[in-house]
Each structure stands twice: as C-alpha cells, then as structure tokens.
C-alpha cells in the first residue's frame, strides 16, 4: 500500500491554508448565487479529503490542480495583456491580481514536485 508524504510541513500547512481559503470565497459566492462555484467547492473538498487521508492519488491531484491554476490564470494574465497592448486602459489592480494567482499556482506545482513523495507502507 502507498501513501503520500509531505517533507516540508510549511508546504502542507500553506497548501491547506490556501485551498481552505479558496473553499470559503466559493462558498461566499455560492451564497451570492453563482452556481458555477459547485465545481470548484468540489474539486477543493476532493483535494482536502485526499490530503488529509493521506491518500497516494493526493500527488497527482495537487499537480493536476496546479496544472488547471497555471493554464486558467496564466491565459487570463496574457489576455489582459494583450488587451493592454492593444489599447485598453491599465487596471494594475487586476493585473496584479492575475499574476500573483499565476505565481501561486506556479509555486504550488513546483513544491508539489519537490516536498510531496509516496512511500510504500505495510498494511
């Protein structure tokens, strides 16, 4: 049987903190009437539930997650801007707001290659 470890304890603490984070503003917005928050509030209780339980499918969710952050972020950071250059007004705000969730899902993916490992566990 196998199952997932973190080395670094910061790592995992962050991740948890973040995803926890991410659950309550998409419950918020569930609350608001958006509907589509269904699919991330699952996604992030499925994450939650391999993490904790440890499970060896964790590593592979937690990069598949990342993979989605960097791609829906990144494509939206180079949209704005494209838009920019194409002589739209700057809004830094969201600019800024675009690359730091970039970054987040870059750090994310990165950490996950390097502090999460399976091992092997006699049942």
């Known amino acids: 049987m196998e ?3 973190f080395k670094e304890k910061a790592f995992e603490y962050s991740l948890i903190g973040y995803i926890i984070l991410l659950l309550c503003w998409n419950f918020y917005g569930l609350s608001s009437g958006n509907l589509k928050a269904f699919l991330p509030i699952a996604i992030q209780g499925v994450l939650l539930f391999l993490i904790f339980s440890k499970n060896k499918n964790a590593k592979i969710g937690i990069k598949i997650w990342a993979i ?6 990144g ?7 494209l838009k920019i250059a194409l002589g739209d007004e700057i ?17 994310i993916y990165v950490f996950n290659e390097k502090y999460v490992e399976l091992i092997k566990t006699e049942k």
């Not at 989605?68 to 972020?73: E, P, V």
């Open 68 to 73: 989605i952050l960097i791609l829906s972020h």
């Open 75 to 81: 494509i939206s950071f180079l949209a704005k801007l």
């Open 3 to 5: 199952k997932v470890i």
């Open 91 to 107: 809004n830094l705000t969201e600019l800024l707001n675009k690359a730091v969730f970039l970054t987040i899902g870059i750090l």
